[in-house]
């Protein structure tokens, strides 16, 4: 819900992009559609299709950043999307084993 009230937000500003205004509108019709749905009955949200500028600018803006802070992003904001309560299980180290496979024609 967050997420769609940012992006309403930057579509309000004076300046704002046909792709921030764009963004605004379908989030507008996504809350819609959330308000009109009868309650404990599931909606579908409004599809918004990205356009080719947005990725670009997305892409952009990401280019500069380091892989594992990219990483930590997204760590971070799946963690968030979990439902209180639940606790993630730490994660084990990979444990190789190595076997010694003796050379052909050694005796």
């Known amino acids: 819900m967050e997420n769609l009230l940012e992006q309403i937000r930057a579509a309000i500003v004076v300046d ?7 963004a605004g509108v379908a989030a507008c019709r996504t809350i819609l559609a959330a308000l009109d749905a009868a309650p404990g009955q599931p909606f579908a ?3 918004v299709t990205p356009t080719p500028s947005a990725i670009a600018a997305a892409v952009g803006a990401l280019r500069g950043v380091p892989p594992d802070q990219l990483l930590d992003i997204a760590i971070s904001r799946l ?7 639940v606790d993630v299980p ?15 024609g050694a005796s």
């Open 45 to 47: 949200p409004a599809v």
């Open 16 to 22: 704002a992009s046909l792709d921030a205004r764009a």
């Open 90 to 104: 730490a994660a084990q180290p990979l444990k190789f084993h190595i076997i010694h496979v003796p050379k052909l």
């Open 79 to 85: 963690r968030a999307a979990l439902p209180s309560g």
